[in-house]
Every structure is written in C-alpha cells, then in structure tokens.
C-alpha cells in the first residue's frame, strides 16, 4: 500500500475514532440526563435548640466542630456503590445539595440523590446527625410565568486545585451570609442555591496532587507569584534521608507563605468533587430579582483566599440552558469547579443551632421509635412515624383501666383524638360517658354513633328547654351514699362559690352547708335548689326536719341555727347564702333540671347497661359556672355510681369509658379516689386540657402520679419543666413545645408497665356529613328520657307553692322566703 493510502486510511481510522467518541459522549449525556429524572431530594431539619449535655459541656458554642460532621457525610456520599462498567458509561452517582428559599420564603435545606440510593443517603444522614428529621421534599415552583428571572453559575476564579477559604478560617458560620441573603427573598418569590456535585475519580486526584506539587515547586512569596519557594514541594514529595533537607527549606518560607502550603496540600489530599454552582433568583419585580441575586452573589465573596483562589459569579445571559440544567439537576463538566470535602462543607452543611437567619425550616420535635412488643389489640390511638417506617399505637382495655390523661394547646389534636377513641369505643359495644364545656365534640360524636347503637344514647343538652331531662344530685342509692353525696356536694360548692369570692369561703359556709344537705339527703323528693330554703322557710325545715333520723343534724337546726337567727345574725345568714347558692339555682335552665326530683336516667344503670351518655355542657349557653355545675354534678354522680360497683363481682363490671373535656373544671379533690381506686370499679377516665396551671397542685400530682398513661401535644414553655420528667431522657423541652398539630408524644402503660416514651400521629377523624341521622338521634333521646318542660315547672312550682300557703296560713313565713320565692320564679 502507498504511503498515500496508509495516510487515508488512518485519516478515515481517525475520523471513525472521532465519531464514535462523540457518538459515545452524546449517549452518556443522553443516559446521565435519564438519571437526572430519577433524583429524589431529601428534605433535612434539625433542631433549633442545643443539647442539655452539650450546654453542659460546652460543645454547642463550637461551630467549628458541628461544621465538620459534614465533612465526614459528604466523605461517605463518595462512596456510593456503582459498578465499574456504569461508572466507565455513566460517571459516578450525581448528589445534589440546595438550599431553597420557596413556598412563603421559608429557607429549606434539601439533600438528594438517585432513587436508588436514597435509603443509603437517609442513613448516612441520621448516622451522622442523629437529631434530624428527613422526609421526602416535595417539589417547589421556581419560575412562574411573567416573572423576572436571574441565574447564574459560580465557578473557581483560578487554578481548581487551589484552594478557597473554609469555615476553617472563617470567623463565623459561611451558612449565615448565604442564608442571610436568601432571608430577603419575599413571600411571592423564590430562590436557590444549588450544588450539583460528582465524586471525582482516584486519577483526578492525583492529577490535583501533581498539580499541587507543581505550584508548590514555583511558589515565590506570593503563591501565584514572587520569590521562588522550591523547598515547599520537598516538605509534600520527600522523606527519609531527604526530610532534614525539606525542614531546611521549609525554614526559609514565611510563616504565611507556609500556611498557603499546608492549605494546598490539605486540598489535594482530600476526596474532590465536581461541582456545578447555580444561583436561580425568580420575582414579581425586575429590579428586585437584581437585588436579590446581588445579595447572594456578595454573600459568595467571604470565600476569598488571598494568594489562592475565589468564586466568581457569572450572570447568564440567556438563561433558557441555564434553567434546564437548574430544574433537572445536571452535571456539567465544562462548567464545573473541583473541591475538596472541607470546602464543600463550608459552602453547603445543614444550618447550626446558632444560625439566626430567620424563616430557616427547623425541625419541630423529635420523632421516636415505639418499643418492641407493644400491643396489637385495644383502641387505636394513632401511628408511630419512625424514619419512614410506620406501625399502629394500640391501647389495650386492661392497660386503659389506669386511665389516659392528655395535655396540649387548644388546636393541637387533642379532640381529634377523643373523637376517634370514642367512635371505637362506641363500634366496640362498650359503655361510653362524653361531658364537653364546648359542645362541638359532641356535636362531632352524635355523627360517629353506629346505627345499631342510636337508642343506647342519652344526650343531655340543656340547650333543649322544651324537654329537659331531670338530674338530682341528692337522689341516693341506699343509706351508704348519703354521706358520699353529702361530702361530694360540698366540694362542689365550695369550690364555685370560691370562685365567685375566694375570700367568703370559710368553714362557716361549709359548716352551714354540710348540716342543710345532711337534712336534704334523707328526703327523697329533695333537690339543690332546696338548699336555700333551708335557711329561709321555716316551714319547709320542719317538714324536712320531721324526715331526718340523724340526731346530729336535728341539734344543729333546733338549737345552733335557732340561736343563729336571733336579730341581725339572721339576714346576715339569709344574705350570706343566698349570695353563694342563689345564682345556681334562680336560672330557669338550670332549676328545670336540678330542680326535678327524679332523675332521668340512673347513672349506674348506664354504665351497667353500656349506655352512651352525650353531655353538652356548652358554657356559651349556660355560662361558665352554671355548666361548670353540672360538669360537677354528673362527675360525682360517675364516680359514686363507680364505687356502687362493690355489689358485683369485679369481673361481671363491664367497661365504662368517662371522657372530660377540660376536666379541671369537673374534677374536686376526690379525684385522687377515683384514680386510684376506680379502676376496679372499671371506671376508666379520659382526661384532657391545655395546661398545668389550670390544674391545683394536689389535683395535679394526682394526676401525673396515678394515670397510667400520659399523652402530651404542644405545651407552653412553662409546662415543660414538669412534663419533660415524664418523657426523658426520650424527648426535651425543645421537643414539647415545638410539635406539629396532631402529633404527640406518649408514656403509654401495656401489660401494667409504663414503656419508653416515644411519638405518635394522630389520624384525622373520619369525615361523616350524616346530618339527618344526628337529628334522629336527639329525637330519639329527648322523647325517651326528656320531660315536658310545662309538667316539670308545675311540678317544681307546686313544692314551692304549697309551702308559701302553708307558711302564709300558719303565718310562719320569713321575708327570706317570700324572697327566694319571686327570684326562683321570676321569669323578668
């Protein structure tokens, strides 16, 4: 063949090479591109608050040292597993790391890779950081139509081996400048900061090595100019025999001109990568988008490293590539700059605790994993979201027996809770009591009842006048319950005089008070609002009076009160009751139904029988004390009809689920009996309100000291103090004053064992619209248990009429009488 031929031939050999090179390089552009649309984001927040052991310690205040973790992440991000023959086709696995200002400007911290890899990257995060909550980011809009956009890309001004400077010579936290600048970004637009990042090959590395060796060789005073420093490539290549020689040299460098080198051998000898920087800026305003994307380009200039190297930004001109790349996370070569892991640590790493920039996404309170072995049976209370693994929270009914109490702020979830137990608890057949100060739960309930169970429900709803059902709370069960009425009552009244006048209780009230209900309670067609007519009818005493066999009580009335009544001692007494007692009795509402003889229903045999008693205690219709009255009433009620229970074999007691809206309003001083010894009587309490101020102190370590089970939603910061003891060292301050909505944490008791506490999420409640079926359930009650609203005022007016006659006939009646009389009726 001709020198001709032999000239084509490799020419046309050449040519192919060529082609197929390119050929070879539009494919994989092609195939990194197809995987760039597999990328997942991880969004990662971490907690504002520093550790109580690291206050202790010290170690919050050390950026320094926090900044490095992301070093040793970013480490294990280089070590994806690929293939050889992918990584020849497709290059190493591409890790994208953004800081996102979108979505009402809050500043998000986002982390991704391959969907293949995302688990391995989510467990390299919780690896190194421990504390941080990671779920998968949902997309944002960056550019909306119309709207002026700013792009650029950052790159290394020099040479890309040498290196910026790092957090290492920073004085402060670079994340703060960045953040700082994003901070500005208005609610309407958004921004990001954007790392696309390739793990760079064993080969580049040591070409960077070279490249090192070779400037540290021409080093002068100046690193990139000056006198010539050749001894600094000895102190990286040389040893043995050699190193004397090196120190030698190294003497002769300047101290600054030293640290240069270390900085360059420190780059060279690290895990590199290649980066591609963008900034992407979109808003309303054209001039505010220049704003903006000035500011972030400023907050790049901290990186500066006299004698080394810079970041330069570089504003697109035309942005339609730029977007594409930005929006789909590409890698580009030509475009990218190479750094090692500590600088890239100081460009992006999740925000520190001392960051201040504001509208950072923190994370809010910590997730826990459940314990092992917890029940599978019982009430569902929610799931456990454990770093994406997800598993049902059940109460078992033995473990309920020692009661649930739950706290939180108003909207937190608390309700939603209630309203799925009791829907379950209804379903189940079991015996439920509700009493709500508000009346929206039940309101919410009466759409949950089961069909099969509408004629189970007792709904007292004092908004009903037409038909009020009758709540006695003198009427006993048996000569036992005397005295628990009687004590029980008194609690109860005191304790809402109290509230009206602090100061006017005293033991002369209760004095008076407990030998009048003393009288009452044997005298089965006495009611509350006979209280005061005790001390004002002379003629209804008798009559009581001539009932009572407790001799007791009849020496104090015939003598001590008779004594009481000489001059003005006796309109003192009728004003100091009248004051206290007057205003639960005189409201028209409230006397139709404490004011019947006869209950409408018996309280035991609803709990026996499994019946869903409905209580609407709506203060926004009765007012606070008068609903707060009967929440007392009905309480009690509960609890001596509990401890009735003692006739029947502690295994034949059905379950009776009680659940207390704001129970500190309903609860006296018994509720450490009931706590304590309810459960036998499977009286098993739900309590729950907003925070531990509302409670009294007694009352309140009853409650943290007896109840099983303790769920805690988001508190004010001066609830923490006594609620984190029940949930360390699991969870902190931190976390109970920054949970989400409908997210708890929980202490539960299973198998008679309080467990590790750990979170939960509470489903919402299921959504029932049936309107009409409610409607028919409240028919069916106020037929069923409610009386005719004329039949009960006769009947109450008759008691008082007929005794007015007889006191007006024996000319025995007192001023006091004739009073309270026209107040009780009075209809003005």
């Not at 990042?197 to 040591?206: G, Y």
């Not at 020496?555 to 008779?562: C, I, K, P, S, T």
């Not at 229903?601 to 709990?607: P, Y």
Request: aromatic share 8%; hydrophobic share 40%.
């Amino acid at each position: 063949m001709s020198l001709l031929g032999l000239s084509i031939a490799f020419l046309l050999l050449a040519a192919a090479g060529v082609i197929l090179w390119l050929v070879i390089i539009t494919i994989r552009e092609q195939a990194v591109l197809r995987r760039t649309l597999d990328i997942v984001m991880l969004q990662v927040m971490l907690p504002k608050d520093i550790k109580a052991e690291e206050k202790k310690e010290g170690v919050g205040d050390d950026v320094k040292e926090k900044i490095s973790v992301a070093e040793q992440w970013l480490s294990t991000l280089s070590k994806l597993p690929v293939k050889f023959s992918e990584r020849l086709i497709y290059g190493r696995p591409v890790v994208v790391l953004e800081i996102v200002a979108a979505n009402n400007g809050v500043i998000a911290f986002q982390a991704g890779t391959e969907r293949r890899f995302i688990d391995l990257m989510e467990k390299q995060i919780y690896a190194l950081y421990p504390e941080a909550e990671v779920q998968v980011a949902a997309p944002y809009t960056l550019f909306e139509q119309g709207d002026s956009i700013r792009g650029g890309r950052a790159r290394l001004r020099h040479a890309l081996h040498l290196p910026i400077a790092t957090y290492k010579e920073l004085e402060a936290d670079p994340m703060q400048a960045l953040t700082g600048a994003l901070a500005r970004i208005q609610a309407t637009d958004a921004a990001v900061i954007q790392f696309v990042c390739r793990p760079s090959t064993e080969r580049v590395r040591k070409k960077g090595q070279a490249a090192a060796r070779k400037t540290v060789h021409g080093m002068q005073s100046d690193i990139r100019g000056g006198a010539k420093m050749k001894a600094a490539s000895d102190a990286i290549t040389k040893t043995g025999a050699q190193r004397e020689k090196t120190e030698q040299r190294q003497a002769q460098l300047t101290p600054r001109a030293q640290e240069r080198v270390e900085l360059v051998e420190q780059k060279a000898s690290q895990q590199l990568f290649a980066v591609n920087i963008r900034v992407g800026v979109s808003t309303r305003d054209a001039m505010e988008a220049d704003r903006v994307f000035e500011s972030i380009a400023a907050a790049f200039s901290q990186y500066d490293l006299l004698d080394l190297n810079e970041l330069k930004i570089t504003k697109v001109k035309r942005p339609g590539k730029f977007i594409r790349d930005l929006v789909f996370r590409v890698p580009r070569q030509k475009t990218a700059s190479v750094f090692g892991t500590t600088e890239l640590a100081s460009l992006f790493h999740f925000p520190l605790p001392t960051t201040e920039t504001p509208n950072i996404l923190w994370r809010g309170s910590r997730t826990a994993p459940m314990p092992p072995n917890l029940p599978h049976e019982g009430v569902l209370l929610g799931y456990n979201d454990y770093r994406g693994t997800v598993a049902p929270v059940h109460f078992a009914r033995d473990d309920r027996r020692r009661h649930l109490y739950m706290v939180g702020q108003t909207g937190t979830g608390k309700t939603t809770m209630f309203l799925n137990m009791i829907r379950q608890d209804m379903e189940a057949g079991h015996g439920v009591g509700v009493i709500d100060p508000h009346g929206d739960l039940i309101e919410d309930v009466l759409l949950q009842v089961p069909k099969e169970r509408q004629e189970d429900v007792i709904l007292l709803d004092p908004r009903d006048e037409a038909r009020p059902l009758g709540f006695n709370i003198l009427e006993v069960r048996g000569e036992a319950q005397r005295d628990l009425v009687v004590n029980e009552v008194v609690q109860i009244l005191q304790k809402l005089a109290a509230r009206l006048n602090p100061e006017s209780i005293g033991p002369m009230f209760e004095h008076y008070l407990r030998n009048a209900l003393l009288a009452l309670v044997e005298d089965p067609e006495a009611t509350l609002i006979d209280v005061p007519r005790m001390f004002v009818d002379e003629k209804f005493r008798s009559v009581v009076l001539a009932r009572n066999k407790n001799p007791t009580v009849k020496q104090f009335w015939e003598q001590e009160f008779a004594q009481s009544q000489r001059g003005q001692m006796s309109a003192d007494m009728l004003s100091y009751v009248i004051s206290k007692l007057g205003r639960f009795v005189s409201n028209k509402t409230m006397r139709n139904i404490i004011g019947q003889a006869s209950s409408s229903f018996d309280v035991r045999k609803v709990m026996d029988e499994k019946k869903i008693l409905l209580c609407n205690l709506s203060k926004g219709n009765l007012g606070d004390i008068n609903s707060d009255l009967l929440g007392f009433v009905l309480v009690s009620k509960m609890q001596i009809a509990a401890l009735s229970r003692a006739d029947v074999v502690e295994d034949k007691r059905p379950d009776f689920y009680l659940y207390l809206d704001e129970f500190q309003n309903f609860t006296t001083d018994s509720i450490v009996t009931i706590l304590s010894e309810a459960r036998k009587y499977r009286l098993n309490l739900n309590l729950t309100h907003q925070f531990l101020q509302q409670l009294e102190e007694k009352i309140r370590e009853a409650v943290l000291g007896n109840v099983g089970t303790i769920v805690c939603y988001r508190v004010g910061v001066e609830d923490t103090e006594i609620l984190t003891k029940q949930f360390e060292p699991v969870f902190t301050e931190y976390d109970l004053v920054n949970m989400k909505r409908f997210t708890a944490v929980v202490r539960l008791l299973a198998e008679g064992t309080p467990q590790r506490a750990f979170s939960l999420s509470v489903p919402r409640a299921q959504a029932t619209k049936d309107a009409e079926a409610r409607e028919k359930i409240k028919e069916l009650s106020r037929k069923k248990y409610g009386r005719p609203v004329k039949q009960v005022e006769e009947r109450i007016m008759q008691r008082f009429i007929y005794n007015m006659e007889q006191n007006k006939k024996g000319k025995t009646a007192s001023s006091g009488a004739d009073y309270l009389s026209e107040s009780l009726f009075d209809v003005s």
